[in-house]
T-cell receptor
Framework: KNQVEQSPQSLIILEGKNCTLQCNYTVSPFSNLRWYKQDTGRGPVSLTIMTFSENTKSNGRYTATLDADTKQSSLHITASQLSDSASYICVVTPRGIYNQGGKLIFGQGTELSVKP | EAGVAQSPRYKIIEKRQSVAFWCNPISGHATLYWYQQILGQGPKLLIQFQNNGVVDDSQLPKDRFSAERLKGVDSTLKIQPAKLEDSAVYLC????????????????FGNGTRLTVT
C-alpha cells in the first residue's frame, strides 16, 4: 500500500534555530515529491517539488532533499522565523503505467511552532 | 495571477441539513480537486476532475456527497444530509494538468471552507 509517513508529528523550536522535518514513503514508482506549508486557516502552499531524479531543491531558507534509494525526504529550515510556524505536508505523486500523474498521497503533516 | 477562490469561508449547520461549497480554480487549470481535511490530518481526496469529467471519485461518499464541474471551470460540492463526522475543512485545488505525462506543476489550493456540523 502506498503510504507517506512524516516525523515528528509536532516540533517546537526557538526563533533563529534550524530544524529538519522527515518524510518516509513507500510509493514506487513515483513522479515527484512535494513539500507544502499550511498556515492555520489557510490552504497549503507549495514550497518545493522534486522529481525522482533530483536530490535537492531550495526555496529561500527551505531546502528539501530526496533519497530515492531509501525512500526518504527531508525539509530543512534555516534560521527559523516566527512566520515559519505552520504545518508542513509531504506529498508524493505515483507514476502511472503510462507515465501520467497519479493520485497524490499526502502525509499527516508536521506541526512546527517557532517561539520567540 | 488570481488564486483559487472558495466560498463560503465558514459554515455551521445542523446534522441532516444540506450544504454547498463553491470553487473557482485558476484560469486555464484543467484539473480540479476537492479535498476533505480533518483537524490534525493531511487532506483526503474526495473527487478529481479533468476539465468537466470525473477522473477519481473513489473516496467520495456518494450516498450523501455530490460534485459537479459544469463547463470545466467552476465547481460545487454538496453534502446532503450532513453528519457530525463531516465537520472538516473542505479544500479546493487546481493544477495545470495532472494527467499529462510527468506533470510536475504544483497544486494551488484555496483557503478552504470550514464546516461545522452540530
Amino acid at each position: 500500500k502506498n503510504q507517506v509517513e512524516q516525523s515528528p508529528q509536532s516540533l517546537i523550536i526557538l526563533e533563529g534555530k534550524n530544524c529538519t522535518l522527515q518524510c518516509n514513503y513507500t510509493v514506487s514508482p513515483f513522479s515527484n515529491l512535494r513539500w507544502y506549508k499550511q498556515d492555520t486557516g489557510r490552504g497549503p502552499v507549495s514550497l518545493t517539488i522534486m522529481t525522482f531524479s533530483e536530490n535537492t531543491k531550495s526555496n529561500g531558507r527551505y531546502t528539501a532533499t530526496l533519497d530515492a534509494d531509501t525512500k526518504q525526504s527531508s525539509l530543512h529550515i534555516t534560521a527559523s522565523q516566527l512566520s515559519d510556524s505552520a504545518s508542513y505536508i509531504c506529498v508524493v505523486t505515483p507514476r502511472g503505467i503510462y507515465n501520467q500523474g497519479g493520485k497524490l498521497i499526502f502525509g499527516q503533516g508536521t506541526e512546527l511552532s517557532v517561539k520567540p | 495571477e488570481a488564486g483559487v477562490a472558495q466560498s463560503p469561508r465558514y459554515k455551521i449547520i445542523e446534522k441532516r441539513q444540506s450544504v454547498a461549497f463553491w470553487c473557482n480554480p485558476i484560469s486555464g487549470h484543467a484539473t480540479l480537486y476537492w479535498y476533505q481535511q480533518i483537524l490534525g490530518q493531511g487532506p483526503k481526496l474526495l473527487i478529481q476532475f479533468q476539465n468537466n469529467g470525473v477522473v477519481d471519485d473513489s473516496q467520495l461518499p456518494k450516498d450523501r456527497f455530490s460534485a459537479e464541474r459544469l463547463k470545466g471551470v467552476d465547481s460545487t460540492l454538496k453534502i446532503q444530509p450532513a453528519k457530525l463526522e463531516d465537520s472538516a475543512v473542505y479544500l479546493c485545488a487546481s493544477s495545470l494538468d495532472q494527467w499529462r505525462d510527468r506533470d510536475n506543476s504544483p497544486l494551488h489550493f484555496g483557503n478552504g471552507t470550514r464546516l461545522t456540523v452540530t
